[in-house]
T-cell receptor, first 113, second 113 residues
Framework: DAGVTQSPTHLIKTRGQQVTLRCSPISGHKSVSWYQQVLGQGPQFIFQYYEKEERGRGNFPDRFSARQFPNYSSELNVNALLLGDSALYLC????????????FGPGTRLLVL | GNSVTQMEGPVTLSEEAFLTINCTYTATGYPSLFWYVQYPGEGLQLLLKATKADDKGSNKGFEATYRKETTSFHLEKGSVQVSDSAVYFCALSRIQGAQKLVFGQGTRLTINP
């Protein structure tokens, strides 16, 4: 089975622009989570979605939003990009919401100039 | 709140040396504990996990034991290889309406031949 896939792999934007990142979970997984990993640090939780509903949100501004589609894929949107948004954005999926291991995709590397 | 503290890096060892990477955590209740590994330019891969006290997770020669009394989950390997060079992240997971992973800052490991 294919693992978690993310697109695009790399992205360059300028300050003030908007970006959309995409994630397809492992087949059969209904939960998708997003993490931001700034260079040299551990990943930070942004959102979790389960059955198309937001189930958790980390300490990120309202410029960050996400949604989950009926096929359980997900998009992360970031508006009004700042230089500090430059990071590796990781998507993780799990079968359900409770007590499950999360499996990560390869990430999308975003550079904001 | 929940947090994870990892041994400061970077760590440099010779091939076949013994490895320990320390990890301690702060959490309410009984979290699940994980070690993830990140190879250069890639996303996170689950290395091992433990879901309750005294459980031992193991994979690819790596081991870690969930120690509730010392709130620790130290990673060990008896004989490291050059291919083990990567960044290692300790993480905990709590179910509080959302299943989010809380990561340590990561420990960069370099193995010299």
């Amino acid at each position: 089975d294919a693992g978690v896939t993310q697109s695009p792999t790399h992205l360059i934007k300028t300050r003030g622009q908007q970006v959309t990142l995409r994630c397809s979970p492992i087949s059969g997984h209904k939960s998708v989570s997003w993490y931001q990993q700034v260079l040299g640090q551990g990943p930070q939780f942004i959102f979790q979605y389960y059955e198309k509903e937001e189930r958790g949100r980390g300490n990120f501004p309202d410029r960050f939003s996400a949604r989950q589609f009926p096929n359980y894929s997900s998009e992360l949107n970031v508006n009004a990009l700042l230089l500090g948004d430059s990071a590796l954005y990781l998507c993780a999926s799990s079968p359900r919401i409770e007590g499950e291991t999360q499996y990560f995709g390869p990430g999308t590397r975003l550079l904001v100039l | 709140g929940n947090s994870v503290t990892q041994m400061e890096g970077p760590v440099t060892l010779s091939e076949e040396a013994f490895l320990t990477i320390n990890c301690t955590y702060t959490a309410t209740g009984y979290p699940s504990l994980f070690w993830y590994v990140q190879y250069p330019g890639e996303g996170l891969q689950l290395l091992l996990k433990a879901t309750k006290a005294d459980d031992k997770g193991s994979n690819k020669g790596f081991e870690a034991t969930y120690r509730k009394e010392t709130t620790s989950f130290h990673l060990e390997k008896g004989s490291v290889q050059v291919s083990d060079s990567a960044v290692y992240f300790c993480a905990l997971s709590r179910i509080q309406g959302a299943q989010k992973l809380v990561f340590g800052q990561g420990t960069r490991l370099t193995i010299n031949p």
